[in-house]
C-alpha cells in the first residue's frame, strides 16, 4: 500500500511540474499605459527602464550618480541620455500602439533580458507576423 501512495503521489508532482510556468521569467500580456511602472534591467553601471511603447524605453539611469532631490535630501539615480528609443517603419508606416496586437512583455530574470513582443497587423498582404526583440544591460 506505501508503495503504491508513493508511486501515485509522485505521479501527481511529476504532472504539476509538468505544467508549471516558467519560474524564472515574469510575464504581462495585459499591459495599461496609464499604469505602467516599467522594468528594469541593470548591470550595476546602466540602468534601461521599459516602456508601454513598442521600440521605446522610458528611462536610461546611472548606477553610482545620484542626486540631491526634494525635503529631506533623498538621492535619486540619475537619468542619462535616452539613446535607446528608435521607431520601425514597414511597407513605408510606422509600427505603433496603434497598429500592433498581442502586445507582451517578459522578464527573464535567469538571463537577465527583457523582451517585449507583439504581432504587426494589417502590414503584409499574406497574414500577421510576429516581432519580439530583447533587451540586456550586459557587462564587458
Given at each position: 500500500?506505501?508503495?503504491?501512495?508513493?508511486?501515485?503521489?509522485?505521479?501527481?508532482?511529476?504532472?504539476?511540474?509538468?505544467?508549471?510556468?516558467?519560474?524564472?521569467?515574469?510575464?504581462?500580456?495585459?499591459?495599461?499605459?496609464?499604469?505602467?511602472?516599467?522594468?528594469?534591467?541593470?548591470?550595476?553601471?546602466?540602468?534601461?527602464?521599459?516602456?508601454?511603447?513598442?521600440?521605446?524605453?522610458?528611462?536610461?539611469?546611472?548606477?553610482?550618480?545620484?542626486?540631491?532631490?526634494?525635503?529631506?535630501?533623498?538621492?535619486?539615480?540619475?537619468?542619462?541620455?535616452?539613446?535607446?528609443?528608435?521607431?520601425?517603419?514597414?511597407?513605408?508606416?510606422?509600427?505603433d500602439?496603434?497598429?500592433?496586437?498581442?502586445?507582451?512583455?517578459?522578464?527573464?530574470?535567469?538571463?537577465?533580458?527583457?523582451?517585449?513582443?507583439?504581432f504587426?497587423?494589417?502590414?503584409?498582404?499574406?497574414?500577421?507576423?510576429?516581432?519580439?526583440w530583447p533587451?540586456?544591460?550586459?557587462?564587458?
Amino acid at each position: 500500500m506505501n508503495k503504491f501512495c508513493f508511486i501515485f503521489f509522485g505521479l501527481i508532482l511529476f504532472g504539476l511540474n509538468a505544467n508549471a510556468q516558467d519560474e524564472w521569467t515574469v510575464t504581462a500580456d495585459k499591459i495599461d499605459p496609464a499604469n505602467y511602472y516599467g522594468i528594469t534591467v541593470a548591470n550595476g553601471m546602466i540602468g534601461i527602464v521599459s516602456s508601454p511603447e513598442p521600440f521605446k524605453v522610458k528611462n536610461v539611469v546611472l548606477a553610482g550618480a545620484y542626486d540631491l532631490y526634494g525635503r529631506g535630501r533623498v538621492s535619486n539615480f540619475l537619468n542619462s541620455f535616452n539613446l535607446l528609443n528608435m521607431y520601425l517603419e514597414v511597407n513605408g508606416r510606422r509600427i505603433d500602439s496603434k497598429n500592433i496586437s498581442n502586445f507582451r512583455q517578459h522578464l527573464d530574470m535567469h538571463h537577465a533580458a527583457f523582451t517585449t513582443e507583439f504581432f504587426l497587423v494589417a502590414f503584409f498582404s499574406n497574414g500577421d507576423y510576429s516581432l519580439a526583440w530583447p533587451l540586456w544591460a550586459l557587462r564587458k
